[in-house]
Each structure stands twice: as C-alpha cells, then as structure tokens.
C-alpha cells in the first residue's frame, strides 16, 4: 500500500525540478553570452597579420611574434602576450602575430628560424627582441625604449628589401610543396617514394623548359654571326698565312742564297791565294836553278888544273828544304 502511494506523491514534483534545471542553464546562458563577446574582443586586440596587410608594420610602432600551434614555448608566453596587448592603447604600438604554419612567405620574408621569436618595427626599422616573453619585460622595453640600444636589422635583411622577398618566394614555394606532398600521401593514397619520385619528374622538366626558353631567348637578343662572313674571314686569315710562308721563304731563299754567295768568295779567295803560292813556288825554283848554275860554273872555274878527276861538292839543301816548309805551310793555311 505505502509504494503507489509514494510514486503518486513524487509523480507532481518531478516536472517541476525539470522546468528548474532548464531556467537555471538558460540563465547562465544567458550570463555567459556577454562574457564570451569581451573575451573575443580582448582577443581582437592582437592583429593576426599576412602576407596581405603585413605592410601595416612598416608604419608607426609595432611589436611582432611569430609563433606555431604545435610549439609547446609559443602556448606558455600566449596569455602574456594577450595581456600585454591589452595595455598597447596606453603605450601607443600595435600589437600582432603570425602563424608561421599558415604564412610560411612571411615568415621567411623575416627569416624565422626559432620559435616563438619576436620583432620590435618602428618607423620601418626592424629590431630582434631578445628578451623574455613577460608583459612587464615588453612594457618596459617600449616604455624605456630599450629598442634603441639595440642594433637594427642591416639594409638587405629588412623584410621590404629584394633579397628578403625573394626568401619569402622560396619560403611560400617550399610551403605550396609541403602541402602537395600531403594532398599526395594523405587524399590521393600515393606511398611518400611515389610523391618524391612525382617531383623528381617535374623538377627535371621544368628544368629542361626553362633552358630550352634561355636558349630562344639568347638566339633572339643575340643572334649568331651569318656563315659568309665567318667563311670570309677564314679566307682572308689562310691568305694571311700564305702571305706570312712566302715571306719566310723568300728570306729563307735571300739567306741561302748570301750563304752561297759568301762560299763561293771564299772558294775564289783560296783559288787565288793556291795560285799566288804556285807563282811564289815558281819563282822560287827557277831563282834556285839559277844559283845552282852559277855555283856550279864558278865551281868549275876555280877548279886546279891539275886535279884531274876530283869529284864535284854537293849543294847544301838547306835552302831547298826551307822553300819546301814553306809551301807546305802555305798550302795548309789555304786549305784551312
């Protein structure tokens, strides 16, 4: 008897507690809306840049970080940076980040390597922030101006110069790359050696197509010399050259022929010193005949009658065997 007697009593009550629950979950509904509009407003405060507005920071004052959702040191100075935001109406500099996963052009065009890293711009003059991610430490950097102390970025550095933009070229590359890779391997189900082996293909093609397009382009702005006049030319340096051997063998020849010249005077001038010698040795022996006669006559002139048979004396041959040195000599020195 006391149980249906019961559930009767609990019966009523029950809707009851319902329709309470339901008015207390509208209410802090109700009571949360308006703290979730100024929590997205607070948040508004720091600018997410790219690479469409990031030319905003070329003017007045701004403090810049780079960060990435998977880096565990960018989540811990977050809520720091979000509160030093906050205070960046009273010290007069803008606040912003990049994500470095969804801008990889901009974060190579500031040349990102570690994370989180943090850019103090004044004026278009960018300066490295070293120093911790605290809101008190980046308060009184901009208070103090302690950003003065600090050396500015060199001229081909800066995030506006060519070279920088031609990183951030190489960087977006890089990063349109990444994402094929993984529309390959992860959408399409091509195994990661098929993807590499799909770029390998492309990079060599494009590499092919953009020598062949260097080359048209050379052949057009600099055409190559026409064949008649290269023929031409040929011609006249072979006539150039046969011009050059004439002349050697002309004086080739003009020096031979001094050379016979001057042999054949040497010739004539032994021939004619042979016949001097031969005149001298002529004269020579006729003058001996001539003495030996008259030695001879005088000989038999003062010869005694009475000697009857005495024999007669020899000429010395001193004489004649110095006159045969002597041609001798001369001869030699002919011959030589």
């Known amino acids: 008897m006391a149980g249906p007697s019961a559930r009767e009593a609990r019966g009523p009550g029950a809707p009851r507690l319902v329709a309470v629950a339901v008015a207390v979950a509208v209410a802090v509904a109700m009571a949360g809306l308006p703290s979730a509009a100024a929590g997205q407003e607070e948040h508004s405060r720091v600018r997410a840049m790219t690479s469409s507005n990031w030319t905003l920071v070329l003017e007045g004052e701004w403090m810049l970080k780079f960060y990435a959702p998977w880096c565990p040191a960018c989540l811990q100075t977050e809520s720091e940076w979000e509160t030093f935001a906050k205070s960046g109406e009273i010290l ?12 990889p052009g901009l974060s190579g065009r500031f040349f990102v390597t570690t994370l989180p890293t943090i850019f103090h711009a004044k004026d278009g003059i960018f300066r490295r922030y070293r120093g911790p991610g605290i809101s008190k430490d980046l308060q009184d950097y901009i208070l103090e101006k302690k950003w003065k102390a600090v050396e500015p970025l060199a001229g081909w550095k800066s995030p506006s110069s060519i070279m920088m933009s031609g990183m951030a070229g190489l960087f977006s590359l890089s990063g349109g790359i990444r994402q094929l890779h993984n529309y390959f391997t992860d959408t399409l189900g091509i195994p990661i050696w098929g993807s590499y082996f799909i770029f390998v293909v492309t990079t060599l093609m494009i590499g092919l197509i953009l020598g062949l397009i260097l080359v048209l382009l050379a052949d057009c702005f600099c055409p190559p010399k026409p064949r008649i006049g290269t023929d031409q030319s040929e011609l006249i340096e072979k006539e150039k050259d046969v011009i050059i051997v004439e002349d050697l063998g002309i004086s080739e020849g003009s020096k031979d022929l001094s050379d016979e010249e001057e042999e054949k005077d040497d010739l004539s001038e032994g021939e004619e010193d042979k016949e001097d010698l031969s005149e001298r040795e002529e004269e020579r022996s006729n003058s001996n005949d001539e003495t030996s006669e008259e030695d001879s006559v005088v000989d038999e002139g003062s010869a005694p009658e009475g000697s009857g048979n005495v024999p007669d004396q020899q000429v010395p041959d001193g004489e ?6 002597q041609r001798k000599s001369h001869v030699a020195d002919g011959e030589q």
Do not use: F, L, M, P
């Open 92 to 103: 007069d500099v803008s606040v912003g980040k990049v994500d470095v996963t969804q801008e």
């Open 320 to 325: 004649a065997e110095s006159s045969v040195r």
